[in-house]
Antibody, heavy 119, light 110 residues
Framework: EVQLVESGGGLAQPGGSLRLSCAAS????????MTWVRQAPGKGLEWVST????????YYADSVKGRFTISRDNSKNTLYLLMNSLRAEDTAVYYC????????????WGQGTLVTVSS | QSALTQPASVSGSPGQSITISCTGT?????????VSWYQQHPGKAPKLMIY???NRPSGVSNRFSGSKSGNTASLTISGLQAEDEADYYC??????????FGTGTKVTVL
């Protein structure tokens, strides 16, 4: 059974930093691209970032480019999102999602972790 | 990076069929057969319902179907049931960006 478990969310001050983690199990982690998607309170889904299987290629939404860094440790089956220079508008539930092996879609999702940016 | 356009809400009675549209451009929906649809119940994670425009993952009811014409993709739910009441989001591959989501549609079963 595929499982994705996010952690690391919480309260951060504007301008501060947080690092999210996503522990993966039930599939061959190193063979799948991985993605972070966020959802602000009462709002829709927003794609944040994707990392390739090896970690060598990364992609970011304009809204987070230059502030967030996605990475992965295939030896630990774990995905990360380092969030710097946090803003109030980064407040959201952050979901970890597994990219399908072929095609462009997300076939499994974690339950999400809430990040609140406030002073 | 503008989102794909979906109607804010769609409603129907049990047993009826409803269709949700998802409008993009030739750089996303119209240019690639990589449209997917997600169902999200309140407080829950999204669930993949349709991928690559028309394909259903194993375990998803055949009451859900997808299609595309030009820059607009559609999700049809046939034989509407109470459990289908949820938010639905489309997503597409987008050139130069990678992914884009739709604005979301709230489905209400009357």
């Amino acid at each position: 059974e595929v499982q994705l478990v996010e952690s690391g969310g919480g309260l951060a001050q504007p301008g501060g930093s947080l690092r999210l983690s996503c522990a993966a199990s039930g599939f061959t982690f190193s063979r799948c691209a991985m993605t972070w998607v966020r959802q602000a309170p009462g709002k829709g889904l927003e794609w944040v970032s994707t990392v390739s299987t090896s970690g060598g290629s990364t992609y970011y939404a304009d809204s987070v480019k230059g502030r967030f860094t996605i990475s992965r440790d295939n030896s630990k089956n774990t995905l990360y999102l380092l969030m710097n220079s946090l803003r109030a508008e980064d407040t959201a539930v952050y979901y970890c999602a597994k990219d399908a092996r072929d095609g462009y879609n997300f076939d499994y999702w974690g339950q999400g972790t809430l990040v609140t940016v406030s002073s | 990076q503008s989102a794909l356009t979906q109607p804010a809400s769609v409603s129907g009675s049990p047993g009826q069929s409803i269709t949700i549209s998802c409008t993009g451009t030739s750089s996303d929906v119209g240019g690639y057969n990589y449209v997917s649809w997600y169902q999200q119940h309140p407080g829950k994670a999204p669930k993949l319902m349709i991928y690559d425009v028309t394909n259903r993952p194993s375990g998803v009811s055949n009451r859900f179907s997808g299609s595309k014409s030009g820059n607009t993709a559609s999700l049809t739910i046939s034989g509407l049931q109470a459990e289908d009441e949820a938010d639905y989001y489309c997503s597409s591959y987008r050139s130069k960006t990678l992914y884009v989501f739709g604005t979301g549609t709230k489905v209400t079963v009357l």
